[in-house]
C-alpha cells in the first residue's frame, strides 16, 4: 500500500478527473484531494448537452451532476474553480496556476498529478471562423450560448455528422429551426460503415434536415443579416447561425510542455494503470490514447464511460500500485439516436479493419426487435464482424427503432469476454414475446457466420456485386410493390417447381426481405446443384 496521506492534484473535472477525486478519497480520508478547473464547473453531464438545448431536458440544473459546494461537502474536496493550470515542473512536483478572476498566479505542490483536461472542438483556420454566430459544443457555458442564439435563429447549419452533430441537428428540429447538416464524407457517422447508417440519413429527410454530403467547409463570409457558409463544392449557404461539430483535438498543452510522451495524434501515453511517462503523472479520458484490447493495438476514444473508469483506475494505482486491477482498454461502444432511430457500434468497423489490413468476415442479419407477432416489434439490422481464423468477434453494428442498446450491449459484452460465432449460436438471452425472441437477432447472426464458415451460406454484401441471374424470393404482392431492379420474382414456394427458368451455367443471386428466406432459397438451389448465392441483408437493407 502507497502512503494514504499524499498531496493528489487534478486538472479538469468533469468524467476522469471527478471520478478519480471521488475514488482517492474513498482510499484516504486524509489525502489531500485538490482539484482545478479553469470555468465554474467540475462536474456535469456533458453528454446531456444538445438535449437541454432542444428541451428534452428542461431544468439545465439536472445537468451539473455535481456542484464545488457538493463535492466538498461529500467528499471533502479541495475544489478550485476558475482556476487554471498553467506550467508542470516534474523536477519540484509542482503546478503553476493563474487564478482566472483576478490574473494572480501562485504554485502549488503535488505528490501525485492526475491530467483530466478533455478534448476541445476542433476549429479549423478558415476564413471568418471566428464570427460569433459559429459556435462549438464543450461545457454549460456553450450550451447557454447555444440554446439563446437559437432562440432567435430561424436557419440554423451543423457542420460535421458524427454522433454530437446528429443530436444537435435532431434538437434543433424539435425547437422548430430550418436544419442543414453537412459532412463531408459521403455518409452521416462516419465510425459506422456506409449501409448501416442509410437509416439515420432516411430519418434526417423525413424530419427535414436538409443533408449535404461529400462537401465540407471552405470558410465563412461575415454579414450583418446573416452569415454565408461557403462549402468545398464552392456551394453557399446561408444561415442565422453555425454549430461547428467535426472533430476534437486533445487538451494536451500542459503535458506537451512537461515533455510527456505523446502518440502519433497528439494523446498521451499511458500504461495500464494511466501512468504516463512521468510516473508521478496519470492521464485520464479524452486527452489519452489506451490499449485496445480486440486487436493489441493503440487508440484514443472520446466516451463518458472509459474515462470514468479510467479516472477509478488511476486513483486505484496511486494508493495500491501494482495491486490494483489496470484498465483492459477500450472499445469503443457508443449509440446515437436520431428521431425514431438508433445506430451504434462496438468493437472494430469494416472500414477500418480494411484499413489496418486486419483479415475479417462479415455478415448483416435482419429480425425482429421482440417476436413478430407481439404488437410493436421493429426491425433490428445487425452487422457482426469476425476474425476468419479462430471466430472471435472483432466487432458489431447495429440499426433500428427499437432494442439497438439491448443488442449493442451483448455485443459488446461478447468483444470483452473474447467470444466467437460458435459462442453467440448459444447465448441465451432473455426471451418472452414483449422482450425478445426465441432466436434473438444475435444468434441469427451467429448462425449466418457459422453458416458461411461450414459452406452453407455464399453471401454477397451488396446488389451490386451480384451477376445477373437475380432471383427474388418474396411473394409476387411483395415483390411488385418494392422490385428488385433485374430479378425475376419466383416466391420461395414456387422454387422447386420452375428450376427449368433458370441458368444452372450461371451463379444464382437471391434476395428477399429481410435476408433470412434468401438463405432459404439459397440452400435450395444449392441441393439442386446450382451455384447460389444470398445476398445479405435482403431488400429492407438494399433499397
Known sequence: ???SSPTIIIIGGVAGGASAAARARRHSESAHIIVLERGPDVSFANCGLPYHIGGEISDRAELAV????????LLKLDVRTFTEAVAIDRMQKTVRVRHVENGTEETIAYDQLILSPGARPLIPPLPGIHDSRIMTLRNLQDTDRIKAAAADAKNV???GGGFIGLEMAEQLVHLGKSVTLVERNPQVLPQLDQAM???????????GVHLILEDGIAGFEPHESSLKAILHSGRCLESDLVILSIGVVPENGLAKDAGLELGPRGHIVVNAWQQTSDPNIYAVGDVCETYDPILGTRVAIALGGPANRQGRTAADHIFRGAQAQPYPGSIGTAIVRVFEVSAGITGWSEKGLKQAAIPYQTVTVNAASHASYYPGAETVTLKLLWDPQDGRVLGAQAVGKDGIDKRLDV????LRGRLTIDDLVHLELAYAPPFGSAKDVVNIAGFAATNIREGYLFPVATLAEAG???VDVRPSTVSSKQP???AKNIPLTELRDRLAELDRSQPVYTICQMGKTSYYAARILANHGFQAHSILGGAHHQL
Open 411 to 414: 455485443m459488446a459484452t461478447a
Open 468 to 470: 445477373a441471374q437475380i
Open 157 to 159: 447549419l451543423v457542420i
Open 66 to 73: 455535481q456542484t464545488p459546494q457538493s463535492l466538498r461537502a
Open 484 to 486: 428488385v431492379a433485374g
Open 197 to 207: 447508417v442509410r437509416p439515420l440519413e432516411i430519418a434526417l429527410q423525413k424530419h
Open 1 to 3: 500500500m502507497k502512503h
